[in-house]
């Protein structure tokens, strides 16, 4: 009985100090191993392409490390776990826990999704972002996902966009008329109004839709993803400003069940990375942008202008006729413009008082 003792206590004994020794190492405990997750995140942008895939890739690697690891964020570029297009169900389904897009590329689910990304002469970046932040978007927003089990997030903005690039000079609305053409959004229903045959494409497939002559012109973002997409090589007429998309904000959506099922640190740890990655995303493009205009008109012999007169005030008018019409139809598209417009009522004075003020201002012919 004493041997039975005494090697019963020697295993207790053994027990405590490996235990002691499992806590004063480097290696994590078991609870603390089981306390990390890995998320997908799937994308409507090619693989690290400029602002869009790298500003996804840099807000998954910005979460994993200000959760030291806690929640790792794995990025999927458009078609390697999903179409970019599915994107947004393979979300809502759990099949992914995040995606960055864009949120009217959704508007076929929900027609007042337009809103959070780009609104034919709406407001521009600052603008709308101050509306999502401080105006009322975004509980209008989370009202909206949350019908599709999801939970939105502001990511960036690219700036107010480009009108297209064209194989031949615009001279007039005549020259729209049948044009095959690549654009999406509100955006595509006022230039259908207008004559257009819109085509809706995901960004990778734009380039060689010019090179079969499956389009005949399209728009992309702007100067900086137009130069690495290439559209120079096939369209020499580039046109700017896009109307139709005035400040374009990107979406970091995460499924809404396994966000809130998150530690509140790691709610915090995904709105705060998300804040930071908007505006970089915005300062970014504006950056590099200026480079590749230059790039684009004097090494590559683009000719880039406005839009004529008479095709901004058409499609003005239009853009006018569609909002109207999505409003009269109802759902949750009302009580989003009565947000949206108010809040752009507002903006249009102060900014044209302020920064259009300054425009002028900077323009006049003094030295600097």
Not at 73 to 102: I, N
Request: some cysteine; hydrophobic content about 45%; aromatic content about 12%.
């Amino acid at each position: 009985m004493e041997r039975r003792k005494f090697l019963k206590s020697a295993a207790l004994s053994g027990a405590a100090v490996a235990a002691a020794g499992a806590t004063a190492s480097s290696f994590p405990t078991p609870a603390l191993s089981q306390g990390r997750m890995e998320w997908k995140m799937v994308t409507t942008w090619p693989k690290n392409f400029p602002g869009l895939g790298t500003g996804a890739e840099r807000l998954a690697q910005r979460i994993t490390a200000m959760s030291d690891g806690r929640l790792t964020v794995k990025v999927f570029g458009a078609g390697e776990l999903v179409p970019p297009f599915e994107s947004f169900d393979a979300v809502s389904q759990g099949t992914a826990e995040m995606m960055h897009g864009a949120s009217y590329y959704w508007q076929g689910k929900n027609k007042a999704l337009a809103f959070f990304t780009a609104v034919p002469f709406g407001m521009v970046p600052d603008e709308h972002d101050a509306w999502i932040a401080f105006g009322g978007g975004q509980e209008l927003w989370d009202d909206i996902y949350a019908q599709f089990g999801l939970k939105g997030f502001n990511a960036g903005s690219t700036g107010t966009q480009a009108a297209g690039w064209f194989r031949k000079e615009l001279t007039g609305l005549e020259d729209l008329k049948g044009l095959k053409f690549r654009t999406v959004g509100l955006g595509a229903e006022v230039l259908r109004r207008l004559g257009v045959a819109v085509v809706a494409l995901p960004g990778g497939e734009i380039f060689p839709a010019l090179q079969s002559g499956a389009i005949d012109a399209g728009e992309w973002v702007g100067p900086w993803n137009d130069l690495a997409f290439g559209f120079y090589r096939i369209c020499k007429y580039y046109y700017l400003p896009g109307p139709n998309e005035p400040g374009t904000a990107l979406e970091c959506t995460v499924n809404k069940a396994k966000y809130d099922a998150l530690p509140k640190d790691l709610q915090e740890i995904i709105k705060v990375a998300t804040d930071a990655e908007k505006c970089l995303v915005l300062a970014e493009f504006n950056a590099q942008n200026v480079k590749a205009l230059d790039v684009l008109v004097n090494q590559h012999g683009v000719t880039a202008q406005p839009l004529p007169d008479e095709v901004m005030l058409a499609m003005g008018n239009a853009a006018g006729e569609v909002i109207g019409e999505l409003v009269a139809a109802g759902g949750d598209v009302p009580k989003v413009w009565d947000s949206f417009s108010a809040f752009r009522k507002l903006s249009i004075r102060n900014t044209n008082l302020g920064q259009g003020g300054f425009f002028k201002a900077r323009d006049l012919p003094y030295k600097y």
